[in-house]
C-alpha cells in the first residue's frame, strides 16, 4: 500500500473533523481555558483545542514514514 493510500484510509472526514474541533473549542470555553472574546479576537487555532500561536506562520509539521 503506497503511503497516500494509507493516509487516505484513516483520515476522518470533513463533518467528523468539524465536530471534534467544535467539542475541543466547547471544552476550552467550559473550563476557562479560553474566553470567546479571545477566540473572536485570536481566531480559532489551526490545531484542535489548541491556543493559537505564530508557530503556525513559521513551523513546519513533518511526518515520518517507515519503511
Same mark, same amino acid.
Given at each position: 500500500?503506497? #503511503?497516500?493510500?494509507?493516509?487516505?484510509?484513516?483520515?476522518?472526514? $470533513?463533518?467528523?473533523? &468539524?465536530?471534534?474541533? $467544535?467539542?475541543?473549542?466547547?471544552?476550552?470555553?467550559?473550563?476557562?481555558?479560553?474566553?470567546?472574546?479571545?477566540? $473572536?479576537?485570536?481566531?480559532?487555532?489551526? @490545531?484542535?483545542?489548541?491556543? #493559537?500561536?505564530?508557530?503556525?506562520?513559521?513551523?513546519? @509539521?513533518?511526518? &515520518? &514514514?517507515?519503511?
Amino acid at each position: 500500500m503506497a #503511503p497516500d493510500d494509507a493516509w487516505h484510509k484513516i483520515r476522518l472526514k $470533513k463533518m467528523n473533523l &468539524l465536530f471534534i474541533h $467544535k467539542k475541543f473549542m466547547n471544552f476550552n470555553i467550559e473550563k476557562e481555558i479560553q474566553k470567546i472574546s479571545q477566540i $473572536k479576537s485570536e481566531g480559532i487555532s489551526s @490545531y484542535a483545542g489548541a491556543h #493559537p500561536c505564530n508557530q503556525v506562520a513559521c513551523g513546519m @509539521y513533518v511526518t &515520518l &514514514l517507515e519503511r
